[in-house]
Nanobody
Framework: QVQLVESGGGLVQAGGSLRLSCVAS????????MGWFRQAPVKEREFVAA????????EYADSVKGRFTISRDNAKNTVYLQMDSLKPEDTASYYC???????????????????WGQGTQVTVSS
């Protein structure tokens, strides 16, 4: 069993920054690829970013490329999402997810992930 707890969400003006954190417990964190997804009201959940087990491989949704940065600290069992140049359309609940195979493939798809956090709300005002 893996527990994921996100934090760092909040209200920010357009153009501002936020840093989300996700702390994992209950399993060897370094063996799991990690992802961030988001869900806006009346929209389906969508992929934001993912990172490989050692942190050397990353993937981003086109909508956040160049603005968001995913990173991880395996010593702290934590994955981060640095969000810069925020836009109102980034408003959503953000979810951290963990997969258990360690594979770096198809990490944009929800089915790859076995555990999910409860989410943290990010609101960007115009």
């Amino acid at each position: 069993q893996v527990q994921l707890v996100e934090s760092g969400g909040g209200l920010v003006q357009a153009g501002g920054s936020l840093r989300l954190s996700c702390v994992a417990s209950g399993r060897t964190f370094s063996n799991s690829a990690m992802g961030w997804f988001r869900q806006a009201p009346v929209k389906e959940r969508e992929f934001v970013a993912a990172i490989s087990t050692n942190g050397r491989g990353t993937e981003y949704a086109d909508s956040v490329k160049g603005r968001f940065t995913i990173s991880r600290d395996n010593a702290k069992n934590t994955v981060y999402l640095q969000m810069d140049s925020l836009k109102p359309e980034d408003t959503a609940s953000y979810y951290c997810a963990a997969e258990t195979s360690g594979s770096p493939y198809n990490v944009k798809y929800e089915y790859r992930y076995d555990y999910w956090g409860q989410g943290t709300q990010v609101t960007v005002s115009s």
